[in-house]
């Protein structure tokens, strides 16, 4: 080998080493639905295989077995926008496929469909942990690449909660939570990030903490 194809090939190898940091955030956490959300320019776009969506629910009097759950995400977000995680009854048995789904108003909105149950029983009692973490690797023309990585994490309902790891500081004011689903002309009850609009757009906001977040009507697709 030449030494200028060596020099190159170091400096190649010097321009690849990197990974980004995305800011994909999980916005709201509903019954049998989940919001994800890209702290991002308009412009970007998030690849969202090779994510992850795990989820953990303990029974703090320890009576009953704590259940777990792993999705790969599938598809893309842009920046700015919203995708929702919905169960589906023709969903994928694993996983997860690309599609609409409706909110309150029967508008369509993007979503990911996931098997029944997929994202995890809904009771009150129990405590929760919710993750949304990858590390994808991602080519750029012409020669360089990168690493997309993702992690942000709740936790909510009463103390025991899961540590699925990520970074999170509680204060106890998601407890208890009620999420329910829309019934009827009855909107569901979810927890939700809570908003800044510093150019008139509503944008969740995240610093690692419950503080961050509020219980609410369901606002798929949305801010709030
Ligand atoms: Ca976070
Ligand atoms: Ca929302």
Redesign the pocket.
Known sequence: MSRSLVALSLAVLALCACTQNRKL??SEVGAQRLELYLDEPNGNALALGGQTLDWVAVDPMGVNAPQSGSIDLSGSIPGGGFVVLFEDPSGPAVGSTPATVNDFLNRPVPGLAVAPSALGPTDPALGYAFRVHGHEFRYVFPFFYTYDDT????RFGPPGRPNIG???TEDGSLQPVNRTPTVRQTKGRTIRRKTTSPNGVDIPV????EA?WQTDDESWGTAK
């Open positions: 955030w999980i992690d942000d994490t709740v990520g970074t999170f995240d610093r690692d903490r961050d």
